[in-house]
């Protein structure tokens, strides 16, 4: 199995542009989870997905849209990049809402914005 | 709100045992421990649940100390594979939908 896979692995964009990230799981979990990692911060949550048809706000979620597509994809959209969004991404999933589930990361996306 | 881990970075040499601590203001139901090695994704160790647990595996332990809303992992006789960068994550909800808080890490460097 694949796991959580996670596209691109590398992003540079401009400052405005637009990009989604991708990810998707063949675990068939319930819950995804976005973070973002930054130097000295740990991960911090942006979105989540408790299941599918729905989404909710982490701690960070100003400058981003989630979808989910689907069970097994979440993305996440940036509608206009700013510096401060440089960053790693990494998507996450888990069996359900149960607090004794444990996380599966995709690698992340490393994406800088200029 | 975020956990508190300490010490921000450790360094040892192989053989040697280390703790990393993680603490929150809020009461806890559970706590996770990840590592991660530079330039990979977060890998899960163990789950921790309120009522004292303490699990291992390997040389690698935990406890949970739900009363004073703590958690230590202990590193036994540490090998050169255990560096990286350890994390906790808490969860503060045991109903309904809860997510995972991480703290910002403990660096673990283990040398020859």
């Known amino acids: 199995n694949a796991g959580v896979t996670q596209t691109p692995k590398f992003q540079v964009l401009k400052t405005g542009q637009s990009m989604t990230l991708q990810c998707a799981q063949d675990m068939n979990h319930n819950s995804m989870y976005w973070y973002r990692q930054d130097p000295g911060m740990g991960l911090r949550l942006i979105y989540y997905s408790a299941s599918e048809g729905t989404t909710d706000k982490g701690e960070v979620p100003n400058g981003y849209n989630v979808s989910r597509l689907n069970k097994r994809e979440f993305s996440l959209r940036l509608e206009s990049a700013a510096p401060s969004q440089t960053s790693v991404y990494f998507c996450?999933?888990?069996?359900?809402?149960?607090?004794?589930?444990?996380?599966?990361f995709g690698s992340g996306t490393q994406l800088s914005v200029l | 709100q975020q956990p508190v881990q300490s010490p921000q970075a450790v360094i040892l040499r192989e053989g040697e045992d280390a703790v990393i601590n993680c603490s929150s203001s809020?009461?806890?139901?559970?706590v996770h421990w990840y590592r991660q090695k530079h330039g990979e994704a977060p890998v899960f160790l163990m789950i921790?649940?309120?009522?004292?647990e303490q699990k291992g595996h390997d040389k690698i332990s935990a406890s949970f100390n739900e009363k004073k809303q703590q958690s230590s992992l202990y590193l036994t006789a540490s090998q050169l594979s255990y560096s990286g960068t350890y994390f906790c994550?808490?969860?503060?909800?045991?109903?309904?939908?809860?997510?995972?808080?991480f703290g910002k890490g403990t660096m673990l460097l283990v040398s020859p």
């Open positions: 994550g808490t969860e503060i909800h045991d109903s309904g939908y809860s997510t995972l808080t």
């Open positions: 809020k009461a806890l139901y559970s």
């Open positions: 996450a999933s888990r069996i359900g809402q149960a607090t004794r589930e444990k996380l599966f």
């Open positions: 921790l649940l309120k009522g004292g």
